[in-house]
Every structure is written in structure tokens, then in C-alpha cells.
T-cell receptor
């Protein structure tokens, strides 16, 4: 079983739609979680951290479900500019530090 | 005033050569990383340094040798380049190695082996 799994998509949605992605992780010791966005041929950029109680940033909502070991990202009112690959990152403790493990990413295409 | 900068941006070279990639961050962060992103877009950590000390070394061939002269720099030297080394290499940094520290990435070095 892969450590961090994401549906690669692509998710093809019209502008204005609501879309949600999940990311599952296998190590129950994992402690912190993030969503990054990566545009084609660009570097990953932090979108938001994921807090235990869930958190919202404008049109974006992130949730963590520790019992089922997954995190989710909800995007409301999709814009053309939201088209990108969304990467989840899971930090797992090891020997006094944390190893960040990236999922393979979920591709989102927002069309007019 | 780029936060994490890598050089070169593109590197095209032949099999068997030795090459280096440089990374510098001006964010005052303590921890720096090297990642490899292959053709399938999988981003995998290679190394991490905290205050010039190696803290993560993820089963990378010993042809890859990171060097951190100070906490603002983390360079990557690759010996005897192979075809499978073709990828995008990203440098990143974070404030400390705590669980909740997000990373800031450089814009990548695209390495192509002929």
C-alpha cells in the first residue's frame, strides 16, 4: 500500500462548480498535513495547512479525518485559474525529525 | 528578492558526466531539502539538512552527494550521471524541522541526460 494516495484525475469541471479531492495516508503516526498546488512546469506552492478541526481559506476548505486516515480539499465556485495539480503532503515523525511524503497529485481542469 | 533560488534552471549533459546544482534561500530558514520529480510527476524527498547537518537521507544512490556550507545553502553534486537521473530537481526550505512547518520551493532544475 502506498504511503500517501491520491486519485490522479483529471477532474474536469465547469467554472462555478464545487469539487472535492481526498488523500489517504497509511501511517497513523503522521502528524501534520498540507495541500500544495503545482502548475505545469512550476514549483509546488503551499495552498493551506490542514488542521484537526478543519480550516477554511476563502473558497478552499481542508479537513482531516484521523480515524479514517484521510484529508480532503474542497474548492467552491471553481475558477479557470484553479486549474492545476493539487498535492497532499503528510509529515511523519522519524528519529527526531519529520519526513514529508507527497502524494502523486490530483489534476484539476476547470473549463468555461 | 527570490526566496529559494536554484541554479542552473536547465542542465543538459551526457551520461557519465559529473554536475552540480546550487540552492540558496534568503528566508532565514534552518532546514533545507532536495526533491526529485520524475516524468510521472512523483515528487520524492532525497535529502534534508538542518543547520548544516544531514537529517534525512532517503535511499539515494551514493552518486548523489549533498553539501551544506551554511544553513542558507544546500548544493547537490551528482557523479557519473545516468539516463534515469533525468528529472526536475527541486530545492526547498522550512523554518525548523517541526511537524507543522510548510516548505517553500525553488523553481526547479530540469536535468536532461543525453
Amino acid at each position: 500500500r502506498k504511503e500517501v494516495e491520491q486519485d490522479p484525475g483529471p477532474f474536469n469541471v465547469p467554472e462555478g462548480a464545487t469539487v472535492a479531492f481526498n488523500c489517504t495516508y497509511s501511517n497513523s503516526a503522521s502528524q501534520s498535513f498540507f495541500w500544495y498546488r503545482q502548475d505545469c512546469r512550476k514549483e509546488p506552492k503551499l495552498l493551506m495547512s490542514v488542521y484537526s478541526s478543519g480550516n477554511e481559506d476563502g473558497r478552499f476548505t481542508a479537513q482531516l479525518n484521523r480515524a479514517s486516515q484521510y484529508i480532503s480539499l474542497l474548492i467552491r465556485d471553481s475558477k479557470l485559474s484553479d486549474s492545476a495539480t493539487y498535492l497532499c503532503v503528510v509529515n511523519t515523525p522519524t528519529g527526531g525529525s519529520y519526513i514529508p511524503t507527497f502524494g502523486r497529485g490530483t489534476s484539476l481542469i476547470v473549463h468555461p | 528578492d527570490t526566496a529559494v533560488s536554484q541554479t542552473p534552471k536547465y542542465l543538459v549533459t551526457q551520461m557519465g558526466n559529473d554536475k552540480s546544482i546550487k540552492c540558496e534561500q534568503n528566508l532565514g530558514h534552518d532546514t533545507m531539502y532536495w526533491y526529485k520529480q520524475d516524468s510521472k510527476k512523483f515528487l520524492k524527498i532525497m535529502f534534508s539538512y538542518n543547520n548544516k547537518e544531514l537529517i534525512i537521507n532517503e535511499t539515494v544512490p551514493n552518486r548523489f552527494s549533498p553539501k551544506s556550507p551554511d544553513k542558507a545553502h544546500l548544493n547537490l553534486h551528482i557523479n557519473s550521471l545516468e539516463l534515469g537521473d533525468s528529472a526536475v530537481y527541486f530545492c526547498a526550505s522550512s523554518q525548523g524541522q517541526g511537524a507543522n512547518q510548510p516548505q517553500h520551493f525553488g523553481d526547479g532544475t530540469r536535468l536532461s541526460i543525453l
